[in-house]
Structures are given as structure tokens and as C-alpha cells.
């Protein structure tokens, strides 16, 4: 069962809501998430009056690659996926045949 964002510290609490904030930057010719805009965050601390902003920040990194690995194993599996689709609909099938 997912935790809750409850069952967190209060600064791991306040890193996943301003991690929320940032804009993201992506890719434009592959679709590839390439993580946040991380030079909002000094104008989002402002705007929020966060104080340990050491801690928040060390946080919200921690979660962005979670987040990076997270979404490149899912591109990763929908890239194979898509290949083994082609490699079947193209009627070729490779095989290999290694004795030792």
C-alpha cells in the first residue's frame, strides 16, 4: 500500500508540495522528461516564506530522482515493448544459437 503524504516529516510534507510547483522540462523531439526547472525555486521559497530552505531543497531533489527513474524505467519499457511489437509485425525473428 502507497504512504500517504501524512506518514512524512513536515519538511519532506512541504518538499513534495513545492516540488509540485516547479515546471518540469521535457524534451521536444522525444517526449523525454528531462526533470524540473530548478531555478524557479528560489522565487517559490520567496513567495512561500520557507525558512529551512537547506532541508526542503535536499528533499524535493531526493523525490525529483525518484520521480526521473521512475518515468525513464516506464519509457524504457514502453521503447521495448514497441520494438518486440515491430520486430513481430515485421515477420523477422531473431534467434541465437551459442554453444560453448
Same mark, same amino acid.
Given at each position: 500500500?502507497?504512504?500517504?503524504?501524512?506518514?512524512?516529516?513536515?519538511?519532506?510534507?512541504?518538499?513534495?508540495?513545492?516540488?509540485?510547483?516547479?515546471?518540469?522540462? /521535457?524534451?521536444?523531439?522525444?517526449? =523525454?522528461?528531462?526533470?524540473?526547472? /530548478?531555478?524557479? =525555486?528560489?522565487?517559490?521559497?520567496?513567495?512561500?516564506?520557507?525558512?529551512?530552505?537547506?532541508?526542503?531543497?535536499?528533499?524535493?531533489?531526493?523525490?525529483?530522482?525518484?520521480?526521473?527513474?521512475?518515468?525513464?524505467?516506464?519509457?524504457?519499457?514502453?521503447?521495448?515493448?514497441?520494438?518486440?511489437?515491430?520486430?513481430?509485425?515485421?515477420?523477422?525473428?531473431? =534467434?541465437?544459437?551459442?554453444?560453448?
Amino acid at each position: 500500500m502507497p504512504l500517504e503524504a501524512s506518514a512524512f516529516p513536515e519538511e519532506v510534507q512541504v518538499a513534495f508540495f513545492m516540488h509540485q510547483l516547479i515546471s518540469e522540462k /521535457w524534451d521536444g523531439m522525444s517526449g =523525454t522528461y528531462l526533470g524540473k526547472n /530548478w531555478g524557479e =525555486t528560489a522565487q517559490i521559497f520567496e513567495l512561500y516564506e520557507i525558512d529551512n530552505k537547506k532541508d526542503i531543497l535536499y528533499f524535493m531533489q531526493l523525490y525529483d530522482s525518484v520521480i526521473i527513474k521512475y518515468r525513464s524505467d516506464a519509457q524504457e519499457k514502453k521503447r521495448k515493448a514497441e520494438e518486440r511489437k515491430r520486430q513481430q509485425a515485421s515477420g523477422k525473428t531473431y =534467434t541465437h544459437n551459442v554453444k560453448g
